[in-house]
Each structure stands twice: as structure tokens, then as C-alpha cells.
């Protein structure tokens, strides 16, 4: 059986639980992930088996999630343990993952899944930044640095195949339709109401002003998002 | 143990049509490899100097439960790693239903080839020589399972090898393997220390015999 698999994208702190938690209802089947977690009401809607993997990877390659590197190569144990991973979905028709660090390894599974779909997600930068500093204690501007690498590597992604990309906003009406959306061209259920989503997972703050980098990917992504 | 004629029996198992992975199981032998020094290292150690309690951490415990659901559509199958001895029961508690076959070959070759290969002295190669195999030993004698000795002759071995298979209730022959030259290393005559003849005394006490057919 030829399974559909979905990998989820985009950067820490930026929606990418929610995104994963109403895919999973739309019927996205992620297998063992967290469902509990203390920056997240919901869970991370991660493997913490992946997440180390993935982190493994970026070690190999002298970096982690807070410094990614540029070229991420993937040794040859690490394909295999990726096979093994693949392997155990197998009997799976809809599976996906998610965690932020994918986007640096995307090449990676795409070479052993072919018909690997993305779709991705992008918040503002500030509120990732602030986000960063209270969850991580990053400075503003650190946060604001690693948003831009995120999400300059999400936009390369997706320049390679076009795939859906939303914007996590603190408006449920706004997001819901989102959702419905990408759920509906990933030919996910969409016609649902997305429970997941719900007022308290956004923690919202007062946007601030960042650096002109920051701003000009952040209207290439909702220029993006604008064509979904 | 290292260099202990492991190799040569995966090739016979491979022959009675054990499944050890694709391309004879080279990317999953590669894994084991890296997999089983990172736990030794982790606990302070390596193949030449064993650490004498072992962990797994919740991502090795997973890596080992990935790298079991991998065959899980497979029969028969097996896995084979130069460290599997030193951490067999963390293996164990994610492979209940496994059936273990052991090998062993004369000390004293060891000790030639351990020279050769890592210029080991023969105190060192004796002390690696009994630790491992006092493992292979506690674990027959909790519940025995078929153990051969690697000796220079090939038909005696491609003999135990098959009385060996069937105690363990393989369906397929083995085929007959040529022993490669390093199997054939000169045994040296040197005295053995006193645990190291008692423990190759009772190895031989149980190895899967093999009835002369002259």
C-alpha cells in the first residue's frame, strides 16, 4: 500500500501544534506523539522520538534547533533509522509528523518518501520572538534571527513545490477557514469543526517592530498564504 | 565476541534463509554497529573494556523498538553484532520471543589475532576472552541454547551448524561454507591461565556436538 504521508512545517512557537492537533482530526494519523506539555495545553503533537532523532541529525552537522545549520547532510545510519521510522507506518493510508526542525531536513525524507507533501505554517515575528524569550529566554533580537532563518528555509522549500502555507493568527473564525482549506487540498476531512483550535492556545502579545529582513519574508509568506 | 567466527555464522544463517536485512543486512548491521558502541560509550566503555552495568536511554530504548518493528513483517529473522553478548538483556526486554545461538573459538587464536589486529596482550585478549564468553555461559545455563565452536576444520563446523539449526527448529538447511583464511589463525601454543581452560573446558562440555560420520 502506498501511503499519503504530510509533513508538517514551520518554526517553533508558531502554530505548528495546532496545525498538527486539526490535521490529526481531519485524519492525519501521527502516531505516538505528545499529547501533554507545558508550553502547550494540547501537546506538542511531536515524537519525542523524532524530535532527538532530528536534533541527532543537526549535532552531525554542527548545529541544533537554536543554531540551525546551512546544509544539513544526512549520514547513512541516520537514512537508515529514518527507513525504520517509515517502516512502522507502513500499513498507514494518511501519516504525518511534525517538528520545527524539518524544515532543515526536508531533502532527507523526501528522498526516501517521493510523494512527500508539506504544508506549512508562519506566525508573526515578533510574537515568535517573544515567544522564544519566555519560553527559551532568548533576547528579542535572537528570536527574531532564528525566525528569519525558519522561515527563509520554509519559503526555499516551497519555491522547490508549491504547497500550502497559513498564518497563525489569534482569530478562531480567520483559522478555522484556514484549516478547512488546507485540509481540504491535502484531501484531509474538512468539512469538521476544528476543536483543536481554541482561544487559549494563542498567546497573543503586542506586536513590535523588527528588523526589515524579518518584515520582508514575513509579506512573502502572507503573499503566499494568499494564494491558498 | 569480535573476531570470534560471528560472521561466518550469520553467513550460515543467511543460507538457511534467515532474513538479516536487505543487501545481507549491511545498513542494518551498520546501525547495530553504531547503535551498540554509542550504549557502551554512553555507559562508560566499548567493546575492549565493558562496562559492567548498562542503561538505555528512552530514545535507545525506541531506537532499539524501531530497529525490531523493522522485521516485523519478516518470518525469521535475526541480527547479529559483535556487542550483542554485553547487552543481550537490554535486548531481551524488547525481543522476548528471541532464540539466541552462540559461537566461540579457542582462546589462544584469539590471542594471535587480537595481537595482529590491536596488538593486545594476551592478558587483556584472556580477560576479554572470559568476559564475554562467561556471558554466553550464564545465559545457556538460564536457558540453553545451541552454541558452536569455530575450529579449523570446515566440515566439522558446517556439521555443527546443522545439528545447531535444528535445535533451534530452522526449516532450510544450511549450505556449506568455506572458512575464510582468518578463521584459520594459528593457534598458539601457549598455556592457558587457569579460568580461561576451565571456561573452554565447559564451552566444549556444551557445544553442539558433532557426530564423526567416518
Redesign the interface.
Known amino acids: 500500500m502506498r501511503s499519503k504521508v504530510i509533513a508538517i512545517l514551520g518554526m517553533h512557537r508558531s502554530g505548528t501544534s495546532m496545525l498538527a492537533g486539526s490535521l490529526e482530526q481531519a485524519g492525519l494519523y501521527l502516531g505516538d506523539v505528545n499529547t501533554e506539555n507545558v508550553n502547550n495545553e494540547k501537546g506538542s503533537r511531536e515524537s519525542?522520538?523524532l524530535m532527538?532523532?532530528h536534533e541527532e541529525i543537526l549535532t552531525e552537522n554542527r548545529g541544533s534547533w537554536a543554531l540551525p545549520p546551512y546544509d544539513v547532510i544526512w549520514s547513512?545510519?541516520k537514512r537508515?533509522?529514518r527507513?525504520?521510522?517509515i517502516?512502522?507506518f507502513r500499513n498507514q493510508k494518511v501519516w504525518g509528523f511534525k517538528d520545527p526542525r524539518t524544515v532543515f531536513l526536508a531533502h532527507g525524507w523526501k528522498e526516501a518518501i517521493p510523494n512527500l507533501q508539506y504544508v506549512g505554517i508562519f506566525r508573526h515575528p515578533s510574537l515568535v520572538a517573544q515567544s522564544l524569550a519566555k519560553r527559551n529566554g532568548f533576547s528579542f533580537q535572537q528570536g527574531i534571527d532564528l525566525w528569519v532563518r525558519y522561515n527563509r528555509k520554509l519559503i526555499e522549500v516551497f519555491k522547490l513545490k508549491r504547497f500550502p502555507i497559513i498564518e497563525f493568527v489569534d482569530d478562531t473564525t480567520t483559522m478555522q477557514k484556514q484549516l478547512q482549506k488546507v485540509a481540504d487540498k491535502l484531501e484531509l476531512k474538512s468539512d469538521i469543526n476544528f476543536d483543536f483550535l481554541e482561544d487559549n492556545l494563542i498567546h497573543q502579545k503586542e506586536i513590535q517592530e523588527v528588523k526589515w529582513e524579518a518584515m520582508k519574508l514575513y509579506n512573502q509568506l502572507k503573499m503566499i498564504e494568499s494564494r491558498l | 565476541m569480535k573476531n570470534g567466527g560471528l560472521n561466518l555464522l550469520k553467513k550460515s544463517l543467511e543460507s538457511a534463509n534467515v532474513y538479516f536485512g536487505k543487501d545481507e543486512g549491511t545498513r542494518e548491521s551498520e546501525f547495530l554497529k553504531e547503535f551498540s558502541n554509542q550504549i557502551l560509550a554512553d555507559n562508560g566503555g566499548s567493546w575492549h573494556s565493558p562496562p559492567y552495568k548498562l542503561k538505555l536511554n528512552l530514545y535507545q530504548r525506541q531506537l532499539r523498538d524501531l530497529f525490531i518493528s523493522s522485521f516485523d513483517d519478516k518470518e525469521c529473522w535475526g541480527f547479529k553484532n559483535d556487542n550483542t553478548i554485553l547487552i543481550m538483556n537490554l535486548w531481551q526486554a524488547g525481543l522476548s520471543n528471541a532464540t539466541p545461538i552462540g559461537i566461540f573459538r579457542h582462546p589462544n587464536q584469539l590471542v594471535t589475532i587480537y595481537k595482529s589486529k590491536y596488538n593486545f596482550p594476551v592478558k587483556l585478549t584472556y580477560k576479554l576472552w572470559v568476559y564475554y564468553n562467561r556471558k554466553m555461559l550464564s545465559m545457556y545455563e538460564e536457558k540453553p541454547f545451541p552454541i558452536i565452536e569455530l575450529e579449523n576444520k570446515r566440515s566439522r563446523y558446517n556439521r555443527a551448524v546443522v545439528n545447531a539449526f535444528k535445535e533451534l527448529g530452522l526449516e532450510n538447511q544450511p549450505k556449506n561454507i568455506q572458512l575464510p583464511r582468518g578463521s584459520r589463525a594459528q593457534l598458539e601454543r601457549r598455556e592457558m591461565t587457569k579460568d580461561v581452560a576451565r571456561l573452554y573446558r565447559r564451552l566444549r562440555q556444551i557445544k553442539v556436538k558433532v557426530i564423526t560420520e567416518e
Do not use: L, M, S
Request: net charge neutral.
Open positions: 519525542n522520538f532527538q532523532f547513512a545510519n537508515t533509522i527507513d525504520f521510522y517502516h512502522k
